[in-house]
């Protein structure tokens, strides 16, 4: 009776371990997917202190920072700033905040509202005095605080 105990317990343990040796190939595969990549100015990055981050529907990770906008592809990155005189560029090169809302339009925040056209690769820009856009641009923040937020 005891024998029969210690080879059920052998066998037990035996296929235990098996099913680890087999099982641990797959795990520590599954964890080398992952990348991670450390962007920096070196890389195209307009600035090192990053302000927002976003991954759009459409697979770019957006990167707001006091110097720009950067849009990454996996493999090359697209700086925006502002363009003197170009009023479909950025009002100024600080992003502090990137989302996109349900019909896939993208949004940037900074001392404008800016949504991306992504059909002309530039922006319009939305601010409350055309004149003088910018001042006062704390309505920017309010405005987002208040439609991001809370989805109104």
Known sequence: MVAVLHTRLFVITLSAELLLLCISPIVFAQSSEFQFDHLTTKDGLSHNEVLAIYHDSRGFMWFGTREGLNRYDGHT????????????????????????????????????????????????????????????????????????????
């Open 77 to 152: 990155i697209k700086t925006y700033g502002n363009i003197r005189g170009d009023t479909t560029s950025l009002l100024s090169n600080k992003a502090w905040d990137i989302r996109e809302d349900r019909n896939g339009n993208l949004w940037i925040a900074g001392e404008a509202l800016h949504k991306y056209d992504r059909d002309n690769d530039n922006f319009v820009r939305y601010s409350p005095d055309p004149d003088n856009p910018r001042r006062p641009h704390g309505w920017v923040r309010r405005f987002c605080e208040r439609v991001w937020d809370t989805g109104r």
